[in-house]
């Protein structure tokens, strides 16, 4: 793993700075569950980025299969802990400092591993993606690759849900992820391989108190769905 890439992400979670967990299931995902479905179960979800989003444990309780990916050990470990589920962890072929946590059902699984490692020869392609501050987290020199990885888990029809930031960057105090996004940012890194379809944007600049205090005087989030065509 590229310690330079996840470390302070690592860091963060021994701080317990982690203002992006959410205490509740994520109620853009929930909305769009069905178009990202289809109403089927036993479809493939990837969650790159995972940390120790109650999603997961959604998603395999409507009977869907989940994998994740997330660097930093501690999350993998919580995300289990706190869901009362028992787990194994085993070997990540290929990756050396990697580990596979796998839930007792089978129904989950954490790689725990850098994400730009991720190929579908270890984990295959998808149904279903869900981006929730991933992309958005990714620094600047690491969205190619992090997009390459998207691409290659991806197939023909698999949908990828988005929750993007729009706002302006020069307003930040500090700055750091989450990057903002706009419209042609989002085109420029999907049209050539999706189809990008804008859901809905809505406020976000009152969500949180830290939005102000980076310094910001609006934000927009915004919800895509990308189909893929490779
Ligand atoms: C902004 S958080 C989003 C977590 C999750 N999607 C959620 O909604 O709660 C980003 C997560 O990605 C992890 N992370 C950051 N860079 C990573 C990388 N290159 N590979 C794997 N995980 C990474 C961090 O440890 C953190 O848990």
């Known amino acids: 793993m590229d310690e330079s890439r996840v470390d302070k992400w690592k860091k963060g979670w021994e701080a317990g700075w982690i203002d992006f ?6 109620h853009s995902l ?6 990202l479905t ?3 179960k036993g479809l493939r979800f990837f969650i790159p980025l995972c940390g120790k989003t109650l999603d997961m444990k959604w998603l395999s309780d409507q009977g869907q299969e ?6 930093v050990e501690m999350a993998c470990e919580q995300f289990f802990q706190e869901q009362n589920m028992k787990y194994s962890v085993s070997d990540i072929p290929g990756i050396p400092d990697g580990k596979l946590f796998t839930g007792e059902s089978g129904k989950i699984k954490l790689y725990k ?18 981006d929730r501050g991933s992309l958005v987290a990714m620094d600047p020199p690491d969205r ?7 691409k290659d888990v991806s197939k023909p029809g698999t949908n990828i849900l988005a929750e993007i ?3 302006d960057w020069d307003q930040r105090i500090k700055q750091h992820a989450p990057y903002p996004f706009f419209r042609q940012d989002v085109d420029d890194i999907f049209a050539s391989w ?8 809505y406020d976000k600049i009152d969500e949180k108190s830290v939005f102000r205090e980076w310094g910001l005087t609006w934000m927009t989030n915004i919800v895509y769905i990308m189909k893929s065509k490779v």
């Not at 929930?30 to 178009?35: A, F, L, P, S, T």
């Not at 999706?194 to 944007?201: H, I, K």
């Open 21 to 26: 967990h959410m205490p509740k299931v994520n």
């Open 30 to 35: 929930v909305k769009y569950y069905g178009k």
């Open 38 to 40: 289809g109403g089927k």
């Open 66 to 71: 989940v994998v994740g990916v997330e660097g």
């Open 113 to 130: 591993c850098d994400a730009l490692a991720i190929t579908s020869a270890l984990v295959g392609k998808f149904d279903a993606i869900w």
């Open 144 to 150: 190619a690759g992090y997009i390459k990885m998207l």
């Open 165 to 167: 930031y729009e706002y």
């Open 194 to 201: 999706a189809d990008v379809s804008e859901e809905e944007r």
